[in-house]
């Protein structure tokens, strides 16, 4: 499969009258010699490596816009990243092999896969959200439609950007002939440096400013003009009259689409949201951190508020969940309370509750869902406005990283209301690591109460966290509350009860903890090893 490759001869070559043969990636291959250029050589040369640095940018830019609309739609960012960047290396490989076969007609084939590169990667965020907005609940033979979507594009795109790197070398050769080292290092230190801008405008750029959509369907836009001007506009001698027109056809063709899909994309979030949501939906917003959806919240429907396309909060069962996640943490000291996660202050309006409590400090990452739960009338409601109660301090900061900087045995109750562990970004806030910190932070007889995600669905995940709290030194009472697996743990045995001075409860008594505790305990799985920042050990 490769090819031999005989040395370029000494001396420089004349423009227009390079001498034929293959060089680097293969020659002109009976082109006929060096390309006829509208241009000096030296300007011809750099407008080729700009069109290289360009097209790097927009094919990094498809990449990391697939790791993220996956890792958003289907969680777990390291999978996603994995599958993503494995099938798009191993598909570029064989996208190089196969172009091989195109180098006597480059200038048409790099066009031609330009143009096909522009619509697979402008279009492929919206294609597969709509896949997961309309068809992601299907189940059976499509219950993993989005994923083999996912590999699908991957692979698209990987060959289409691996079949760039011949053509254009064999472009660059045309241009003037040089030793195979030298046009190599050339080409990709453009490649390289075009990647760099790429991996650092998407996130900084490209996806605050306009989204995930917009970004990869102006992304295409840029990839197809400038794929099209380079081949047009510099070799457009070597074109016959038949291959111009096709390519001016598929590209004004391409950028069709992509205009049409960007000036319909608002439309098509309002729907997607709704097939997802429901038709319900009354405010969606990207924060500095997740996508914020609520739905209801007016006309006596009931509120319900999802992150980053999960539920997080249903105002039909909250209370049901914030009660039992809350109140058996609060039997005892509870003078000094920190909330870790509860951004939504749903969490904090059950430590409220309690009169002994002398302040409480919520750790939320996200400022954006803070500044929601504090200005939306329903969200701020339901929480009864406990984010701007005078014992709260709202401090918008990592969980690890603000355990960390806390001073010793500074809370007598710490309460996880975190996401769950399955999600990747989260397991350092279910590690051995992060229970040690927390351990440090507790007064003596503190008490500290993890909420571990759906136990029905995962019981595994859910019983690696208690034994990751064990291994971090706390003692550990299980329970759950519906389908809600949650773990209260203090360095003593801890008593899975009510404080008989506490607030009357709605959802909970004492007889229903026992109960839960018994459920969970139905469902343990023993002997699990612990998980840590360096062995992660919750599967998504």
Not at 133 to 162: K, M, Q
Not at 240 to 253: D, F, M, P
Not at 262 to 291: I, K, M, P, W
Not at 341 to 366: F, K, N, T, W
Request: hydrophobic share 45%.
């Amino acid at each position: 499969m490769i090819e031999p490759q005989a040395p370029a001869p000494p001396g420089p070559v004349q423009p227009g009258h390079g001498p034929a043969g293959p060089v680097g990636s293969g020659g002109c291959g009976g082109a006929g010699g060096a390309a006829r250029l509208p241009v000096r050589q030296a300007t011809g040369r750099f407008l080729v490596l700009t069109g290289v640095f360009v097209c790097a940018a927009c094919g990094l830019v498809y990449e990391l816009e697939l790791v993220a609309l996956a890792s958003y739609l289907m969680g777990d960012s390291v999978t996603q990243a994995s599958v993503v960047l494995s099938v798009m290396v191993f598909a570029m490989g064989v996208g190089s092999l196969a172009a091989k076969r195109l180098r006597r007609h480059a200038a048409a084939g790099f066009g031609a896969v330009e143009a096909v590169l522009a619509l697979v990667g402008g279009c492929s965020a919206m294609a597969l959200y709509a896949v997961f907005a309309w068809t992601g609940d299907w189940g059976g033979l499509w219950s993993d439609g989005p994923r083999v979507l996912l590999v699908g594009f991957s692979l698209a795109t990987g060959l289409l950007i691996g079949a760039e790197v011949p053509l254009l070398m064999e472009l660059i050769q045309r241009i003037r002939r040089q030793d195979p080292g030298g046009a190599v290092a050339d080409l990709f230190a453009a490649d390289y440096v075009g990647a760099l801008v790429g991996g650092l405008a998407f996130p900084f750029l490209l996806l605050p400013f306009l989204g995930q959509l917009t970004g990869a369907l102006i992304t295409g836009a840029v990839n197809a003009v400038v794929g099209g001007a380079l081949v047009l506009g510099l070799f457009r001698q070597d074109l016959t009259r038949r291959a111009r027109r096709l390519l001016i056809t598929a590209n004004v063709c391409v950028l069709a689409v992509l205009a049409s899909a960007t000036a319909l994309v608002d439309d098509f979030e309002r729907a997607a949201r709704h097939a997802l949501y429901g038709s319900d939906v009354r405010l969606a917003l990207r924060t500095e951190v997740q996508e914020v959806v609520l739905t209801g919240g007016r006309d006596d429907r009931p509120l319900a508020l999802y992150l980053d396309g999960r539920l997080r909060a249903a105002q039909r069962d909250e209370l049901r969940h914030h009660e039992a996640l809350v109140h058996p943490a609060m039997t005892g000291p509870h003078a000094r309370v920190l909330v870790l996660g509860g951004g939504d202050g749903l969490a904090a309006r059950e430590v409220l509750r309690h009169p002994g409590v002398d302040r409480a400090e919520v750790v939320e990452a996200d400022a954006g869902l803070v500044r929601l739960a504090r200005s939306d009338p329903a969200l701020s409601a339901l929480n009864r406005h406990s984010l701007d109660d005078p014992r709260v301090t709202v401090t918008i900061a990592d969980p690890f990283d603000r355990l960390r900087g806390a001073p010793p045995a500074a809370y007598d109750v710490v309460i996880c209301d975190l996401p769950d562990p399955g999600v990747t970004e989260t397991t350092k806030l279910y590690s051995e690591e992060f229970y040690g910190l927390v351990r440090r932070v507790l007064a003596p007889g503190g008490r500290l109460v993890v909420h571990a995600g759906p136990l029905s669905a995962h019981p595994r995940t859910y019983w690696t966290v208690e034994s990751t709290l064990r291994a971090a030194g706390f003692r550990t009472a299980p329970y759950r509350t519906g389908d809600s697996g949650l773990i209260l743990a203090s360095r003593t045995t801890p008593a899975l009860q009510l404080d008989p001075s506490g607030p009357r409860l709605r959802t909970l008594t004492d007889s229903a903890l026992v109960s839960a505790a018994r459920a969970a305990s139905r469902t343990r799985i023993p002997d699990l090893p612990p998980s840590s920042l360096v062995h992660p050990r919750y599967a998504p």
